[in-house]
């Protein structure tokens, strides 16, 4: 072999995507598919806002200014209208439920049904897009996610690589809407996965990563809310108010779960009446941005009220009343969105309340004070809703860039955390997580079989297979091994990349030697049936082998187990069940 | 350096006897269940599919466990075996035996081999027993 062959051959091998450097590249793509879902997924609601309202659609407060109460009371119910129409067509002709991504990649195998999904994508571009007060972000991950799903499972990964895939492109998502990248990943290994690992977290953060610099790179990088002054002086009495805000933030997060809860069990029962339920919601909210037009929208419009100090507490109070009603309606009549980003400014609004009730008593509090304290409210209160600490006070520090304000955001989140413990407070996406689906994801570690993990194996070749075709197999793809099955599927061995790839281009035994002559029966094998600790110490006591082949009981060969694969569910099961997750 | 051993053969009627007369020519280099489990081994791969490479040239060959070096058996025949079959005549029978952990000897071996093969061109049937040794031995080095 020349030299350059040897180079790229070995470069292959090094770089092979079956290996860990595979989870790094297919993050870097994820992290880019999901930006580019952002993207299209933004102009899609701009689109439809623009049909709407006929108003230029910078966003969806500025565009109900520009029009008539009528018109933005028509725009909302004619939008939840048709939502409610395309879920109904949805839930009516596709028997498979739509799996959300949370479900996939906490106890499940990484598999999200594609037109179920993105139907109620295009139901959920319907409802933003028409204004309703409700955020983008919930279904923008999740139709990235639906189709990072749909690549893994063509390019035939395994259970843990699709649910580390799906979970690279919802943290890439997020990364891409919030303009948040470790916020990004923080969100999706604290929230969906639960479980904080480097191993989990590196390729989460390179996908966020490269979502963010996708959007850097075609739209506006700065970020959603830059607010340089707010700062609150680090001292006693402001950690003592800053716990104070983070348990009140708290306790509202927690009627504002209950608040939620109830809505969606007394407002959506019959699917049948969704389209008629939307547009009365369409209705109702249309009605009040008739008078606040802040209520329509996620609630972006109200943040950056908030931090250039453009309410009053009259203003803000019903506000706040307000869009808690507008964001429960849309909810409970079961329009797909999500509560993200109006749970962020309700506790922004909550804070600044606080911080103006504060001023009232007689405190002495500036702008840069008032506005610290909109932040603080907005991280406690996110910290509850969403069980949340760590994503909380990233995604507020990184979407405002207040840096200054990170002492009194670390005692109001880790207040609200303890507070949300005691009251056992439910966070907002925990149904989601635990639907109906259940994978290995969601057993204890002791029941757990290598079964679970495997991956079909495409390098399988007949015993009589010619060398030419094996060095083909390996020269595509240098895979650690290629599998010598029968013809009935029974596996008789494996051929090893080392022992072959030096001899891959030579024409003298391109034709005179066989599958059989080079493999070897003695490589170890799994059977489907073992368990995930016996599993990972066959890997240990087999150093070399980068993977094993499953056989079954009756000699059948079954696929193959990757040890980054078996590792890392290891790492996660067992750390999960440390921790009873 | 494989332990290379070249021999004349006679006249066989088929390739099995020819392979038994090549396996008895290891006898007293190898101990005797090691031989039995090589005997098996080429049966089984002859079984599997033919060892008949080209101009003359077959090379029938087993892995088996436990072997300390590699073994190169050749023989030369001037009327030719099937190999199994009447349009598969070989002139030139090399039986390789290899450790079973050794695949890229084998592989090493039979490359050589096969080149060394098409280095003599046309019949090797005219070659003598102690020119093949030589030259295979110049060639497996």
């Known amino acids: ?581 | 350096m494989p332990f290379i051993k070249a021999i004349r053969l006679g006249d066989f009627p088929g390739q099995a006897e020819c392979l038994e007369y090549m396996l008895g020519a290891l006898a007293p280099d190898m101990p005797a269940e090691t031989l039995s489990d090589l005997k098996e081994a080429v049966y089984l791969r002859e079984d599997t599919a033919s060892t008949y490479l080209e101009d003359g040239l077959a090379v029938p060959h087993g892995r088996i466990s436990g072997l300390g070096a590699e073994y190169v058996v050749a023989g030369i025949s001037s009327g030719g075996v099937d190999w199994p079959t009447e349009d598969c005549r070989a002139n030139l029978v090399i039986l390789v035996a290899v450790d079973r952990s050794r695949v890229a000897a084998y592989l090493s071996i039979l490359q050589k081999i096969i080149k060394w093969r098409k280095s003599l061109g046309g019949s090797a049937a005219g070659i003598s027993p102690e020119e093949m040794a030589r030259g295979l031995e110049l060639a497996l080095n």
């Open chain 1, 1 to 581: 072999m020349n030299g350059f062959f040897k180079f790229l051959l070995f470069a292959r091998i090094r770089f092979s995507l079956a290996g860990r450097g595979g989870v790094y590249f297919y993050a870097v793509l994820a992290g880019m598919l999901s930006a580019a879902i952002a993207l299209a997924f933004q102009f899609a609601t701009r689109l439809i806002l623009e049909t709407l309202t006929g108003a230029d659609g910078a966003g969806t407060v500025s565009s109900f200014l520009q029009i008539p109460p009528w018109r933005r009371i028509f725009s909302l119910a004619a939008g939840g209208a048709a939502a409610g129409g395309i879920l109904l067509f949805a839930a009516k002709r596709i028997r498979k439920s739509p799996t959300p991504y949370m479900e996939a990649v906490s106890i499940g195998n990484g598999y999200i049904p594609v037109r179920a999904n993105l139907l109620r994508s295009a139901a959920a571009i319907v409802t933003i897009g028409s204004g309703a007060s409700i955020g983008r972000e919930g279904p923008l991950v999740q139709t990235a996610a639906v189709f990072a799903s749909m690549a893994g499972r063509r390019l035939n990964m395994s259970t843990p690589r699709l649910r580390l895939l799906v979970a690279c492109s919802a943290a890439g998502a997020m990364a891409a809407v919030f303009h948040a990248p470790m916020a990004g990943a923080l969100f999706v290994c604290e929230i969906v996965i639960g479980i904080m690992s480097m191993d989990m977290l590196a390729p989460l953060l390179v996908a966020s990563c490269a979502s963010y610099l996708t959007i850097c790179a075609v739209g506006n990088p700065s970020p959603l809310y830059e607010i340089s002054g707010a700062y609150l002086e680090i001292n006693a009495q402001t950690a003592l108010l800053s716990a104070l805000l983070g348990a009140a933030a708290s306790l509202l997060a927690n009627l504002w779960l209950a608040c939620l809860a109830k809505c969606r069990r007394l407002l959506n029962r019959r699917a049948e009446l969704l389209p008629l339920r939307l547009a009365v919601a369409g209705v109702a909210v249309g009605a009040i941005a008739a008078y606040y037009p802040e209520v329509a929208g996620n609630g972006a419009h109200i943040i950056r009220g908030l931090v250039s100090m453009n309410f009053s507490l009259g203003d803000v109070s019903a506000v706040l009343a307000l869009k808690i009603f507008s964001v429960a309606i849309f909810f409970g009549m079961g329009a797909v969105g999500g509560v993200l980003t109006p749970s962020l400014t309700i506790g922004g609004v909550f804070g600044f309340i606080f911080a103006q009730l504060l001023a009232l008593a007689g405190a002495p509090l500036g702008t840069e004070e008032i506005i610290g304290f909109s932040l603080l409210g907005m991280a406690a209160f996110f910290t509850t809703a969403a069980a949340a600490p760590l994503t909380s006070l990233m995604l507020v520090l990184e979407f405002t860039m207040a840096g200054r304000m990170i002492f009194p955001l670390i005692i109001g989140v880790l207040v609200s955390h303890a507070v949300s413990r005691l009251a056992r407070a439910k966070s907002m996406y925990a149904a989601e997580a635990a639907g109906g689906v259940k994978s290995a994801f969601n057993k204890p570690l002791k029941d757990v079989k290598v079964g679970d993990l495997f991956r079909k194996s495409d390098n399988t070749v007949a015993p009589t297979t010619l060398f030419r075709s094996v060095a083909k197999i390996f020269l595509k793809n240098p895979d650690f091994a290629v599998y010598v099955v029968s013809r009935s599927n029974r596996y008789l061995g494996g051929i090893l990349r080392g022992d072959v790839l030096a001899f891959a281009r030579s024409g003298a035994l391109s034709e005179n030697v066989i599958a059989d002559d080079i493999m070897r029966s003695d490589i170890p094998t799994l059977s489907p049936d073992t368990g995930i600790i016996d599993g990972v110490k066959a890997f240990s006591e087999n150093p070399a082998a980068e993977e094993m082949p499953m056989v079954e009981a009756d000699g059948k060969f079954y696929g193959i187990v990757n040890r980054g694969d078996i590792f890392m569910a290891f790492a996660e099961i067992s750390a999960r069940s440390k921790f009873g997750g």
